[in-house]
């Protein structure tokens, strides 16, 4: 090849390079941490509420233990559910990206946050996490893009979720609580007459040293003002203030019914580490207007302060909720698994469970992988790049995005900038919207005249779950109909063959062995130990399971594989596995446990019927690369 050539290649290939790279380079996210979280959330809030959609995006630990333990396209939405609810349980969330935008024609108006996180036990009270699970291959790509974990881990912003919040407070109580006193019932006893009288002769002593004009400079000046300091004790912000100890709830009662006797008093519950109370702290006002704005304004504001701390980012999961705008994800089970987890509450034990209780806090979800597959002939298409390219040919989508700017400062721009998937997410929803014609209104909620081409696309978390059309031969891309469906009834493990034998080569071994195989089937393995068999003919995995029972067959690779131990088992026993969480490391070692050592399924009788038909699939997921 001439160096003239080779320098054309070269060139031809950094150009295209660069064309890639330059949405990044002009994508500038507003990274977040700890230090400047205040900061950027009353920013965040203000955009929610201006926008008409918010997209999310998140970067984990992990996201399974093992092939077979990610969601597959033969997983029924429970199984599905199932593996997901465990990933989430199991690992963490290390960033959260949110970008509030606004569709107005072809112009896409965006404001990209990415928030990082650690789940830091800010209280001492063990949440949000003692531990969590790490996949290497996620931390290896995290380190690849230049992921400081450092940052993460000493300035990453921490949270609890509602339940665990309610948790915290019940536990460990306000740090400082405005208690109203209450008359009490009970009959003063002569330990708590002893107290009272005590108490009340401590308090009006030193309100009176904090109503004494200061005594005029002398000899003994500096002996006068550290008696006064001892006698006047702590400072509540400018105002004088006292503490006094109690050790119970009755002490506590008593106190606050005698300080109604002082009017320019207000007193503070201070709880001990066990969530008791261990002092009441009395605070000196100077007139009924500072009294006033002691509790009316600057308690009320320290609370909060203090509910923000406890909270963390979760401010910012709240604030989407309350906006109820639709929110854009990719892979919405995964996603949205892992925000009710971890922001939410616990994750319920079913499906429909979950989708009721996510729909309280985000009404209307769109998956970004589901508005792919609406595209007409896109249901069919052979693999995303063919996609991708029949969607630049066929649709013209002039796209203009823009970041409007956020006070990047010069450390911001020089760093690795991460959470592009969140833009990614917004470019390719707004490019669907074009396509299918969806038309979102301005500054729009769930409960306003939401387009209902849009809305009856929301909240659907099965993305293998598409309806059927013709194939279609179109622009020179092959086509293919790669998803059928089919009835879990005719699906079958089967495992316990030789290791490293391929899908093709049991495929081949098994075909004419039996009647059963002699009508149309397929093989795919799930792992290096377990494979499926997914039969065509109806009550074919019935006479297959009779076969390796019984042993009745003639000659031939099959006897041979059932002399050496294959065993196979229905598609109900794999969704009994997942419901139960038989987390093996292979499916066989799973399959095997869950015959030879039946665990009581407890949940079996209580949880919802499953559907009982999948849709056979071929397709890949969404690389947001390519979008």
């Known amino acids: 090849m001439s160096r003239f050539l080779q320098r054309r290649l070269l060139c031809s290939r950094s150009s295209s390079n660069s064309n890639k790279s330059s949405n990044q380079q002009q994508w500038k996210v507003k990274q977040v941490t700890r230090s400047n979280f205040s900061e ?51 690992f963490q969330l290390f960033q959260f990206a949110v970008c509030p935008f606004t569709i107005k024609n072809s112009k896409v108006i965006a404001f990209p946050y990415n928030f990082h996180l650690f789940p830091r036990d800010e209280l001492n009270i063990g949440m949000p996490s003692y531990s969590f699970s790490c996949q290497t291959s996620y931390l290896t790509s995290m380190a690849r893009e230049g992921f400081d974990f450092n940052v993460c881990i000493y300035d990453g912003i921490s949270y609890l979720s509602r339940v665990q919040e309610s948790s915290a407070k019940e536990r460990i109580g306000s740090p400082i609580s405005r208690i109203h006193p209450v008359k009490s019932s009970l009959t003063p006893s002569v330990a708590d007459s002893v107290f009272l009288e005590r108490t009340r002769s401590r308090v009006r002593h030193w309100m009176n040293a904090c109503k004494d004009p200061i005594p005029m400079k002398g000899t003994d ?67 009924e207007e500072d009294k006033k704005l002691l509790e009316v304004r600057e308690l009320e504001n320290l609370e909060e302060e203090e509910n923000k701390r406890v909270r963390g980012f979760r401010e910012v999961i709240d604030a989407i909720s309350v906006s109820q705008k639709p929110i854009v994800a990719y892979n919405c089970l995964t996603e949205f698994t892992f925000i009710h987890s971890k922001f939410l509450a616990s994750l319920p034990q079913s499906m429909s469970e979950f989708m009721c209780s996510l729909r309280f806090a985000f009404p209307c979800i769109l998956d970004v992988n589901y508005l792919l597959k609406e595209i007409g002939p896109l249901k069919k298409a052979k693999n995303l790049p063919a996609a991708m390219s029949y969607l630049k040919r066929q649709f013209f989508m002039p796209l203009d995005m823009e970041l409007p700017h956020q006070g990047f400062s010069e450390q911001e721009h020089e760093r690795m900038n991460h959470g592009h998937n969140v833009l990614r997410i917004t470019q390719s929803f707004a490019k669907f919207c074009l396509i299918l014609k969806v038309t979102p209104g301005t500054n729009q909620t769930v409960n306003d005249d939401l387009d209902n081409s849009l809305e009856s696309y929301s909240n659907n978390f099965n993305p293998f779950c ?31 063959f030789r290791s490293g034998m391929s899908a093709a080569v049991l495929k081949s071994i098994f075909r004419g062995s039996h009647d059963v195989f002699s009508e149309d089937f397929e093989v795919r393995l799930v792992d290096k130990s377990c494979a499926i068999v997914v039969f065509w003919t109806p009550g074919s995995v019935e006479v297959l399971l009779n076969v390796l029972g019984s042993g009745a067959v003639g000659s031939g690779g099959l006897k041979e594989m059932i002399s050496e131990g294959l065993r196979g088992a229905g598609y109900e026993l ?3 596995i997942c419901r139960l969480g038989l987390w093996e490391s292979n499916l066989a070692e799973s399959l095997d446990r869950a015959l030879e050592e039946p665990i009581p399924d407890v949940l079996g009788a209580n949880s919802t019927k499953d559907l009982s038909e999948i849709y056979w699939s071929n397709d890949s997921v969404i690389n947001l690369e390519d979008l």
């Open 40 to 90: 950027a959330l009353e920013g965040i809030k203000r955009h929610i509420q201006d926008s008409d959609f918010i997209a999310v995006s998140s970067q984990k630990s992990g996201a399974f233990s093992a092939p077979w333990r990610r969601v597959l396209s033969f997983d029924t939405p429970e199984t599905a559910y199932c593996k997901a609810k465990d990933a989430a349980e199991k």
């Open 221 to 287: 000046d500096a002996l006068v003002k550290s008696l006064r300091k001892l006698i006047l004790g702590e400072m509540y912000g400018s105002r004088p203030c006292m503490s006094i100890d109690v050790c119970s709830e009755r002490q506590v009662e008593l106190v606050l019914e005698m300080l109604i006797e002082f009017s320019d008093l207000i007193p503070l519950i201070i709880p001990d580490k066990s969530g008791g109370p261990g002092a009441v702290r009395v605070v000196l006002t100077s007139s």
């Open 466 to 496: 598409t309806s059927l059309q013709e194939s279609i031969d179109a622009e020179g891309i092959v086509w293919m109909d790669n998803t059928r469906k089919v009835s879990t009834e005719d699906l079958a493990f089967l495992w316990g």
């Open 574 to 576: 794999y969704k009994r």
